[in-house]
């Protein structure tokens, strides 16, 4: 059923927009939460959403949108998003979400985190992000979870405009 899904013309999100958001605001604001930063990159760039502090609606809201495909990332020994490994499932403007399947916040909560792809280099993923600030700089897994400092546990999905 198609009711379950928030309409949304990918065609309407211009990337370019986004990103110049994100690089204008990727390292002000920093009292602005992860999910936050992203959701206000996404609006920037045409995407009807509320501004989203957490991780999870910020989750389900892209899950809903029409024109998003939601894809399992494949996540190298050293936390890194490999691009050949992803083929096809990543592009700029593109959000990335990950948890550690080992740790729980200090509220007992999944350690979670969103960040927005700045480019697909050969390199790695470089992204934007919050609450320890990237300006399209290549990213690890190991960079995020700051409870195990581990990557063996990390699990990410990329949200891919259409």
């Known amino acids: 059923i198609k009711s379950a899904k928030i309409y949304f013309s990918a065609n309407a999100y211009d990337v370019e ?10 390292q002000t604001n920093d009292e602005w939460l992860c999910a936050e930063y992203v959701s206000r990159c996404l609006r920037a ?3 009807r959403c509320d501004v989203l502090c957490g991780v999870g609606d910020l989750y389900r809201m892209l899950d809903k949108l029409d024109g998003v495909t939601r894809y399992k990332l494949t996540v190298d020994s050293t936390g890194k998003i490999i691009p050949k490994d992803n083929e096809g499932k990543l592009a700029s403007g593109d959000v990335i979400i990950m948890y550690c399947n080992s740790c729980l916040d200090i509220d007992g909560k999944p350690y979670v985190h969103a960040v927005l792809v700045g480019d697909v280099a050969k390199n790695g993923i470089k992204v934007y992000a919050h609450n320890r600030s990237y300006k399209n700089a290549v990213y690890s897994g190991f960079d995020y979870c700051g409870y195990c400092h581990s990557n063996n546990n990390i699990t990410c999905y990329g949200f891919h405009f259409a």
């Open 45 to 47: 760039g045409g995407v």
């Open 17 to 26: 927009k986004a990103l110049e958001f994100a690089s204008d605001h990727a």
